[in-house]
Every structure is written in C-alpha cells, then in structure tokens.
Nanobody, 128 residues
Framework: QVQLVESGGGLVQAGGSLRVSCVAS????????MGWFRQVPGKEREFVATISWSGGSTYYADSVKGRFTISRDNAKSTVSLQMNSLKPEDTAVYYCAADWKPFNSVEVTSTAYEYDYWGQGTQVTVSS
C-alpha cells in the first residue's frame, strides 16, 4: 500500500511559478511510474505529466510542454512538478498518482485508469 500526500499548491499570478510535491509513505517509490493529473469542477481528470520509475523517461501533455517539469527522488520517495509561466487555465486541483510497473524502467503512463494509488490533491490557482 502506498499513501501519497501532495503539497505546495497555492495562489500565484499569471506568468509566475509554483512547485508542487508529492511524498509517498508505506513503501519506496522505486518500481512505480509516477504521474501528475489535474481536475477542475465539472470536468474529467486531465493528464499533466509522467515519469518512469528510473527517472529516465518523461512525457507531458501538450498544454504544459515546455512550461512544466516533472522530477523524482526515489531515495526521498518524492515526485515534484515545477510549473513555470503559469496561466489561468492551469488552475485546478493537482493530483499525484503511482502506477506499479517494476519490470520496465523507462515506461511511462498517461492514462488515469492505469494508476493504482492517488493522493488527495492540492489546489493551484492562477490569477489573471
């Protein structure tokens, strides 16, 4: 069992930066593909970014490519999302998720249903 807790959300002006992090407890994150998703009320959860358990592969949604960077530190059981050049449309609750894939160190996952564990989310609000 993996428990995920996000932190770092908040209010920022458009063009600003924010870093959200996710800490896992219960076990190490080695072997888990990690992902960030976001959701606004009334809409489906949207894929943002994913990173392989080795950290060697990453994949981003087109809407955040070039602005967001996902990273991980398996020794600290932490995955982070650095968000730069934020836009009002980035406003959402951001969730981290873990997908058990220990046999492929470079595989990434962009579909929500494949993830096994989810955090409770952290609110990110970007004002115009």
């Amino acid at each position: 069992q993996v428990q995920l807790v996000e932190s770092g959300g908040g209010l920022v002006q458009a063009g600003g930066s924010l870093r959200v992090s996710c800490v896992a407890s219960g076990r190490t994150l080695s072997g888990y593909v990690m992902g960030w998703f976001r959701q606004v009320p009334g809409k489906e959860r949207e894929f943002v970014a994913t990173i392989s358990w080795s950290g060697g592969s990453t994949y981003y949604a087109d809407s955040v490519k070039g602005r967001f960077t996902i990273s991980r530190d398996n020794a600290k059981s932490t995955v982070s999302l650095q968000m730069n050049s934020l836009k009002p449309e980035d406003t959402a609750v951001y969730y981290c998720a873990a997908d058990w894939k220990p046999f492929n160190s470079v595989e990434v996952t962009s579909t929500a249903y494949e993830y096994d564990y989810w955090g409770q989310g952290t609110q990110v609000t970007v004002s115009s």
